[in-house]
């Protein structure tokens, strides 16, 4: 009897011990050997700007205050970390399943029987009406004994949504700190291009009461007139159009802080030099381990795997023990001695045998699901690659055009000093300094539009490598 009792433990152990379904493994990917720029990478440099923590790379003190004003009170995220936290639970009830749940129960049932109902009794035969019987027992519920794997795999599929979870959160807070910074830089550039049209237009407004004056002597004409004040007209429209995309822009980053509309309070004047001068962007194998969103979607691939597991455990059978250990009595006292103990101990074995082609069908949906997660995973990683592409070749050209268009303002700034000299030396007329003035206006504003590529360049590039979430 013992010998036997051994082979069924060892049985039962071997059998606990299988598990249907495939075990994953990475799918291979094609890394390539380098980023993909406009211009050759120096050579190989292990090292990232995107290790860099955010504050490292956003050096600005208003941009910091913002950014950690997002990071906890922004809606997306505080959503984020609510789904971790149901992924969590998830986990514990699914990983529940694979022991066994006990409860405990007990009563006392006092009756008081009538000496004169319908079968009356004596006195002698009954000399107590009072009867007191206790009961307490031990349940354990319905558990089922994992043969073939089907629970490990659903706790292996939950335990991968969790993960993937995590790495969801990761990757809000990556484009939640992109995003403040990109509406921040772009906030900053807009009020520099307001201070360049308001500039513009005082001076225009300057050289009208001069062109004024010189009509009221004779030296300038009506036509001369109405031309500059076209161009103090054309400054004036100009700030009218930014006014808005500023204050539009302040109820960008209010709602990405998760606060109602307001203005942005800014200090001082910013200073462009913030951010890293130099952006190496590392290896282009480390990008799969950094990218939260690409390790998310390995996550969910881990976890479709997974449940292939699951769908093929329901083709067999299914064991599961319920029993009860406690003790009746009438006497309290002697509740739990021996001949008053009661238990029962209930094997159930199910087994499918006709299900029309349920089980088949839920196989091949959960590999389908599998080989569309392998697509969502790869696709991802080739998004990544991409995605760092677009930001390296963007940092590299416009830093190129910012030093044409600087060099173009510099020319207009000469040009406009000239035809304004000759315009009022009499040596040439007003129409040469008035499209100089105008052409130098629409210049610096594009030089500031030129800036604000190249800082938003750099967020873009942050982004794509994966940098921000590691705190």
Do not use: W
């Given at each position: 009897m013992r010998h036997r009792l051994i082979a069924v433990l060892i049985a039962?152990?071997?059998?606990?011990?299988?598990?249907?379904?495939?075990?994953y493994h990475r799918p291979p990917v094609q890394v390539p050997q380098a980023f993909h720029a406009a211009e050759p990478l120096p050579g190989s440099q292990a090292a990232s700007f995107a290790d860099l923590t955010w504050w490292q790379v956003f050096r600005d003190e208003e941009l910091q205050s913002l950014i950690k004003t997002a990071l906890e009170q922004n809606y997306d995220l505080r959503d984020a970390v609510t789904r971790v936290e149901m992924a969590q639970a998830n986990l514990g009830i699914t990983r529940s399943d694979q022991l066994p749940q006990i409860s405990a129960g007990g009563d006392v049932n006092v009756n008081r029987l009538s000496r004169n109902g319908a079968f009356p009794l004596p006195a002698s035969l009954v000399p107590s009406q009072d009867r007191t019987w206790g009961e307490a027992q031990l349940n354990l519920l319905s558990f089922e004994v994992d043969l073939w794997g089907r629970l490990r795999r659903a706790t292996e599929a939950a335990r991968a949504n969790l993960l993937g979870a995590e790495e969801?959160?990761?990757?809000?807070?990556?484009?939640?700190?992109?995003?403040?910074?990109?509406q921040y830089f772009t906030l900053r550039e807009l009020d520099a291009q307001l201070e360049i049209a308001r500039q513009a237009l005082a001076t225009r407004k300057e050289s009208l009461d001069l062109t004024a004056s010189r009509r009221k002597y004779g030296i300038a004409t009506d036509l001369d007139v109405k031309q500059?004040?076209?161009l103090v007209d054309t400054a004036d429209v100009t700030i009218s159009n930014l006014q808005p995309?500023?204050?539009?822009?302040?109820?960008?980053i209010t709602l990405l802080l998760?606060?109602?509309?307001?203005?942005?309070?800014?200090k001082g004047s910013f200073d462009e030099n913030t951010v890293p001068p130099?952006?190496?962007?590392?290896?282009?194998?480390?990008?799969?381990?950094?990218?939260?969103?690409?390790?998310?979607?390995?996550?969910n691939l881990v976890a479709s795997n997974a449940d292939i597991g699951v769908a093929k455990a329901a083709y067999f059978?299914?064991?599961?023990?319920?029993?009860?250990?406690?003790?009746?009595?009438?006497?309290?006292s002697s509740l739990f001695s021996g001949p008053n103990s009661a238990w029962s101990f209930v094997p159930q074995l199910s087994q499918p045998i006709f299900t029309a082609g349920r089980l088949g069908a839920n196989v091949k949906l959960s590999k389908a699901q599998r080989d569309s997660a392998q697509v969502q995973y790869q696709k991802a990683i080739q998004t990544a690659f991409t995605e760092v592409s677009n930001a390296l070749i963007a940092?590299?050209?416009?830093?190129?055009?910012?030093?044409?268009?600087?060099?173009?303002?510099?020319?207009?700034?000469?040009?406009?000093?000239?035809?304004?000299?000759?315009?009022?030396?009499?040596?040439?007329?007003?129409?040469?300094?008035?499209?100089a003035d105008r052409d130098l206006l629409q210049a610096q504003l594009d030089l500031r539009q030129i800036k604000l590529n190249e800082l938003l360049s750099v967020v873009q590039l942050y982004k794509a490598l994966g940098g921000g979430w590691r705190s």
């Open positions: 039962t152990s071997f059998l606990t011990n299988c598990t249907l379904g495939p075990n969801n959160r990761k990757a809000v807070i990556t484009t939640l700190i992109s995003n403040v910074a990109t500059a004040e076209q995309q500023i204050e539009q822009t302040e109820n960008q998760g606060e109602n509309p307001t203005g942005i309070v800014r130099e952006v190496p962007p590392g290896l282009p194998s480390d990008l799969l381990e950094r990218r939260p969103d690409v390790r998310a979607a390995e996550q059978p299914r064991l599961s023990l319920s029993g009860l250990l406690g003790g009746q009595s009438t006497a309290l940092h590299q050209r416009v830093q190129e055009a910012r030093g044409k268009q600087q060099a173009l303002v510099a020319v207009l700034e000469e040009r406009k000093r000239l035809a304004y000299m000759r315009y009022e030396g009499g040596v040439d007329t007003q129409l040469n300094a008035l499209d």
